[in-house]
């Protein structure tokens, strides 16, 4: 079954009069992991954003799901794009866990309110996932007293409680200590390997080497290049994508 | 040219004073309690930007925050009676205290609301939360324990700017002091004692209040 979990069509997106995002064509194939990638600044949040509707493209359409999130540059409206929201999973950079709450409520917050689970029944599938990031231990800590590569588990697990059928991650390991990212990947292949729909920006090349189906390379809004990782990594064709990964795999 | 000071009209009159201090107490708590829930409702809709509402509200708080206290009672005892609103002068009291700290207390909601970082509301958005849900689960519960420190400082000021309504003839602490002093004479005593009692007042709320973020702050870091 390959039916697009995401779709991208003719994507302009403006902050002021600077277009971040110039005629953007791009779509997921269900099941599929995709790693973006591209130098600073070059669109990719702003990429992943659109498609959760976290901004708004003046122009173009995006579909999630089959259904359209983005019709010729007009959202959708506030009851179903939440509703859309909890299919499309987003890991953020900064982890952006609830400070307030002890980890199991970080994860079981966002089922028990929107009523999508009993609270007893969303506790339960909290610890499972847990157990699945490696962290059952830890279900009654706070955030604050979590290392960067927990954190980020912790927001995973927060992630697929809402079962998205595609989960987003924004620079997932940018954050940490280098010793911390391999716990983090470690989950994410995990998760690739069940079969998850994944779009990834990382700058994580030997992950996109080994996980990725897809690697797209973004450059000053426009996607300059796409391919699968061996083609795409042993000879690049893009003069832009040999200088990036010149620069990247040399760091 | 010895100072003479004689403590007696006072102790005697002792009664009077809690009395009124009773009243300031009772005053100040309930326009406390009434100003928190404007506040909060004024706050949060500013943190929000720019509805017709918020524009009002801009308008209300720099009235509110641009006028002596005093004047707004004076509208409120005084004036309304004009346009055929006649109103006890304690619900005075209470009405102008509360829009006033109403007033202050909207922009602690709204700099405590817009404190947090951005991307805690796009995290519950991204989940599927909607914007309420998102400030009712996740933003308000972070804001309020930064709001309480200067809630705290709020209620102090609150206690001492009640003095006012004295002026608009409640019997508040205050208000029985300069009774006792129209018969007394006693005026350095009496408001030397005054004094202390604010400042037992304001002392007792630091207090309390400061126990209470400890608590807050203790509950929240587990
Ligand atoms: N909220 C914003 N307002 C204005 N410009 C923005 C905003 N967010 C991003 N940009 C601009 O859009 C461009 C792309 O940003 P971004 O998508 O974050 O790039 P990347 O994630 O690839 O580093 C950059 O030039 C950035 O300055
Ligand atoms: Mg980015």
Redesign the interface.
Known sequence: MKYKAVTLEKINKFYGDNQVLKNVDFSVNSGEVVVLIGPSGSGKSTLLRCCSGLEIAQEGDISVCGQKLLNDGVLLGDDELNELRQDVGMVFQSFNLFPHLSVIENISVAPVTLKIATKENSKKTAMALLEKVGLANKANAMPANLSGGQKQRVAIARALAMKPSVLLFDEPTSALDPELVGEVLQVMKLLAKDGMTMVVVTHEMNFAREVADRVVMIDNGIIIEQGKPDDFFTAPKHPRTQEFLHTVLNA | MGLDLDFTPVIESFPALLDGTMITISVTIISLIIACVIGMLIGVVRSNGNSVLSCFFNVYVSVIRGTPLLVQLFIWYYGLPRVGIMLPSFLCGILGLSLYSSAYISEIVRGAIQSI?K??M??????????R?GMT??II??AI?RMLPPLGNEFIALIKNSALISLITIHDLMHEGTNIISTSYRDLETYLVIAVIYFVLTNISTFILRSFENRQLKS???
Do not use: D, F, T
Request: glycine residues 10%; positive net charge.
């Open positions: 970082e991307g805690q796009e995290a519950a958005r991204s989940l599927g939360m909607s914007k849900q689960k996740i519960p972070q324990v929240q870091a587990n």
